[in-house]
């Protein structure tokens, strides 16, 4: 069984700095993970998806890193803003089960 | 992207009473999925919902009180039965395009 975990379960940093959140999983034999970011009371807004065959992606001041073997994923969140402020989630899909296993969250501050 | 609605947004119910929840997909999609969020927790899987087809439950989860339906390719309803207090939650609809999983807005339910 898919177990995910994300660490640290919350993070506070000053505007500016650069941050990696963490992500490990126990099954290796993925398809994908993604990342995903979630307001207070709001649903999930995806993030980045990396497919199994790659090792990282990009969109603007994120970056997601996957290493299959080692079961992890991280976050790269560069030059942080306010704005940035949400509860961060990884889910790994897993073929086995053909179905999303979602992480615990790590719950962003970024303060000014 | 596709794009989800969902409706109610939010609702308020009295134990005993059930809930039926709508998923708007702007697109036709095979698989639908509904989680569950409960408060501070992060996201489990309900159950998925193909069209013309019994939707297929994860464990502890059971059709007689989360019965689902999916008349077509770009709508879904579940249904919160006789509820109780520990069934207040968000719930979210969710479909996968290219194997990326994209989520509504979800709905906010309490039950006193």
């Known amino acids: 069984k898919q177990e995910v975990t994300q660490i640290p379960a919350a993070l506070s940093v000053p505007e500016g700095e650069n941050l990696v959140l963490n992500c490990s999983f126990t099954?290796?034999?993925?398809?994908?993970l993604q990342w995903f970011r979630q307001d207070p009371g709001k649903g999930l807004t995806s993030l980045l998806l990396?497919?199994?065959?790659?090792r990282e992606q990009t969109s603007g001041r994120l970056n997601a890193s996957l290493d299959k073997s080692s079961g992890r994923s991280t976050l790269y969140i560069a030059a942080s803003q306010p704005g940035d402020s949400a509860t961060y989630l990884c889910a790994a899909y897993t073929g086995t089960a053909s179905k999303l296993t979602f992480g615990t969250g790590t719950r962003l501050q970024v303060t000014l | 992207s596709a794009v989800i609605s969902q409706k109610p947004s939010r609702d308020i119910c009295q134990r005993g009473t059930s809930l039926t929840i709508q998923c708007q997909v702007d697109s036709q999609v095979t698989m639908m999925f509904w989680y569950r969020q409960q408060p501070g927790q992060s996201l489990t899987l309900i159950a998925t919902a193909n069209q013309g087809s019994e939707a297929t439950y994860e464990s502890g989860f059971v059709i007689d009180k989360f019965p689902i339906s999916r008349p077509n390719l770009t709508f879904s309803t579940l249904t919160v039965s006789n509820m109780s207090p520990e069934d207040s939650s968000i719930y979210l609809c969710s479909v996968a395009e290219r194997g990326e999983q994209y989520f509504g807005p979800g709905t906010r339910l309490t039950v006193t």
């Open positions: 099954d290796s034999a993925i398809y994908n």
């Open positions: 990396i497919q199994s065959s790659q």
